[in-house]
């Protein structure tokens, strides 16, 4: 458990809405999802976005963590309704922006 969440029972509650969130069949997950989901429980999202190796993506100006870039970027500008729904309400705005800071001041943000 991380420091985003207030008790053990608020975070159970966490991974129980990304849980039900995974099997519901109107919830669509995107790269964005698993990065929160990720940087809320305290993972790298080097484990969770593999870096990009095809050489015309790098030629043509991608970073190897491209697509983890890309994803926390999405967790900025995309409507929060649509960012924070697999969780039920479990996550606030502000764990949203902490996970987000959080990223940034790492080595892979």
């Known amino acids: ?4 969440f207030e008790s053990s029972e608020h975070y ?4 129980a809405a ?3 969130a995974c099997h519901h069949p109107e919830i669509r997950l995107h790269a964005r999802d698993y990065a929160l989901y990720a940087l809320l429980r305290g993972r790298s999202l080097n484990l969770q976005f593999p870096p990009v190796t095809n050489p015309v993506k790098l030629a043509n100006g991608q970073s190897q963590s491209g697509t983890q870039e890309r994803a926390v970027a999405e967790l900025s500008w995309k409507r929060r309704e649509d960012v924070l729904l697999p969780y039920a309400g479990t996550v606030s705005l502000e764990m949203l922006r ?3 800071e959080r990223y940034k001041a790492s080595d892979n943000g």
């Open 98 to 100: 902490a996970a987000i």
């Open 1 to 4: 458990m991380d420091h985003f």
């Open 12 to 15: 159970k509650a966490f991974r």
């Open 18 to 20: 990304w849980k039900a």
